[in-house]
């Protein structure tokens, strides 16, 4: 059987991750958007990888479903890396929890059924949910454990209680950490692991679109007072990702 990477998110993260780790396998490359799919199947295709492209919306689970479907109908589905997300600047609080925190949680969900024994995933969270004030036990094992269909009817995350994008933007990556940790427990019995990356800020379209934004200033702040004192490039993210998904990372699972 063929081995299979799929790539949710085919932006810069994703397909820099989708590089290094996807060397002899068949590429799924899937996003809300054709023209990004298509641009990025263009450049995995020069470079000689084996690309299957589709669209996806993670916050539909018919939508994922078909994606987990195509995928398996190519091999075994060995790597996945979640890289979907819209950013503070993009979306309402609403949608930001609807794409991020509830995407997320109905992809480890539904790959997690098909994950095949020693296969890998990577989600990609963010710094964001570490500037997060701690939550209680309770809303932390909510966030982990809640089942993703009934997630969103939690009372912590409803509308009056969620006014500010930035702050369901932390939340939702708060979460997707919390549910990585418990995901590994149920990933773990397939034989399979997952893990989390929470980067500082990457030069990226996303980040882009915050530095021309409301919140720009701050973006800047956080730059010039961060130790490397610059941001970072998708590809430093791809090599971390790289040593989680890879054979010199097979202990270390449930992380962030």
């Known amino acids: 059987m063929t081995d299979v990477t799929v790539v949710i998110g085919a932006g810069a993260i994703g397909q820099a991750i989708a590089r290094r780790v996807s060397a002899g396998k068949h590429v799924v490359l899937a996003d809300l958007r054709q023209d990004t799919v298509e641009a990025a199947a263009k450049v995995f295709a020069d470079a000689g990888f084996e690309v299957t492209t589709t669209t996806v919306d993670v916050s539909s689970r018919p939508s994922v479903q078909a994606l987990v479907a195509l ?41 997690g059924d098909v994950i095949a024994k020693g296969g890998s995933a990577v989600v990609i969270a963010s710094q964001s949910g570490h500037r997060l004030p701690a939550l209680t036990g309770e809303q932390n094992n909510a966030l982990a454990l809640t089942p993703a269909e009934e ?36 990933w773990g019995k397939r034989g399979a692991r997952v893990n989390a990356i929470s980067p500082g800020i990457i ?54």
């Not at 997300?85 to 794409?99: K, T």
């Open 151 to 186: 997630l969103l009817a939690l009372p912590m995350l409803q509308p009056e209680r969620v006014t500010d994008p930035l702050n369901a933007y932390q939340l939702s990556k708060r979460g997707n950490v919390l549910r990585v940790v418990a995901q590994a427990v149920r």
């Open 203 to 256: 030069f990226t379209p996303l980040a882009r679109d915050e530095l021309n934004g409301p919140r720009g200033d701050g973006y800047r702040r956080m730059i010039d007072a961060c130790a490397a004192k610059r941001g970072g490039t998708p590809d430093e993210v791809a090599a971390l990702a790289a040593l989680l998904m890879g054979p010199e990372g097979t202990f270390i699972t449930g992380s962030d």
């Open 71 to 111: 995928a398996a109908r190519i091999g075994d589905i060995t790597g996945v890396i979640h890289a979907a997300g819209v950013s503070p600047s993009q979306a309402a609080p609403a949608s930001i929890l609807l794409v991020d925190l509830y995407g997320t949680a109905l992809v480890l969900e539904l790959f």
